[in-house]
């Protein structure tokens, strides 16, 4: 295409050569890995926001793993489930309280969580996920195709590699949960997460948007018993903002997270201990 004088000539923001349906997770597998540029889809709403240019799009939605199901003792999400289900399964409800629903329920708008995938947004590890940090709070397991089973908190700390994120895993308990956030507006990416939960005698507690990736601080959740009084939330408070490291970006300083992250994890527990 020819620009005349005074045409500014538009960026391309994301390619794919070829788009494929896999028949099945193997032939997923084979696919990914048989071109360099081959690359597994989500939802594609952060992917076509790049600017990078893919081989073969490999679309997953054929697979059946776009379901919530629960057995006697777990609670599975198949990497095609989109936020949206997350935000009005009966099952999550039921099992973990409001914290998944409250996780997700400020990312853009309902258009938006209609598409995007918990596979996706897991699988990216982005820094400011709101589901990520909720995720970690509730024991979730990360089951990939090649990698096999292992902790969430394991798998953030990998570095990225090609392979395919199957489903997640929740532990049930008689989980008592809460979510918090900050946000300058509210749909916009959160100033600071935090989700703390309690099930079988152990507290979590876990921050994100700190502004860097999700974490849980084990060290503080470890000073709360049962029913903390005042004085040990102030302490458990405290050690949150000892024990993680905050910075600074523009939606917030790393002083302002450090105020926010004692006042949201003080809320969290005090909702958990009514």
Not at 38 to 45: K, Q
Not at 115 to 135: E, M, P, Q
């Amino acid at each position: 295409m020819n620009y005349g004088k005074g045409v500014r000539k538009e960026k391309r923001l994301f390619g794919l050569k070829e788009y494929t349906f896999a028949r099945s997770l193997e032939q997923a597998d084979k696919l990914l890995h048989g071109e360099k540029g081959n690359v597994i889809l989500g939802g594609l709403l952060w992917m076509r926001m790049g600017r990078k240019n893919h081989h073969t799009g490999i679309d997953l939605s054929k697979l059946g793993l776009d379901q919530i199901t629960q057995t006697e003792d777990k609670v599975e999400i198949g990497c095609m489930t989109t936020l949206r289900q997350i935000e009005t399964s009966q099952i999550l409800g039921s099992c973990f309280g409001n914290i998944l629903t409250d996780s997700v329920s400020h990312i853009v708008g309902v258009q938006f969580r209609n598409c995007a995938t918990i596979g996706g947004s897991v699988f990216s590890r982005f820094n400011f996920s709101d589901i990520l940090t909720a995720l970690l709070a509730l024991e979730t397991q990360v089951h990939l195709f090649r990698g096999g089973t292992l902790p969430l908190e394991t798998f953030i700390t990998l570095p990225p590699k090609k392979d395919i994120l199957i489903k997640l895993t929740l532990k049930k308990k008689a989980w008592k949960t809460n979510y918090q956030s900050h946000r300058m507006t509210a749909t916009d990416f959160p100033v600071l997460a935090a989700a703390v939960t309690y099930g079988e005698d152990q507290w979590r507690i876990c921050l994100g948007a700190r502004p860097s990736r999700a974490i849980l601080a084990e060290k503080a959740a470890a000073l709360l018993p049962e029913k903390p009084d005042e004085k040990q939330i102030g302490l458990a408070c405290e050690q949150v903002v000892e024990e993680l490291s905050f910075g600074s970006n523009q939606r917030g300083t790393k002083e302002y997270r450090q105020l926010l992250a004692g006042i949201l994890v003080k809320r969290g527990i005090e909702d958990i201990c009514r």
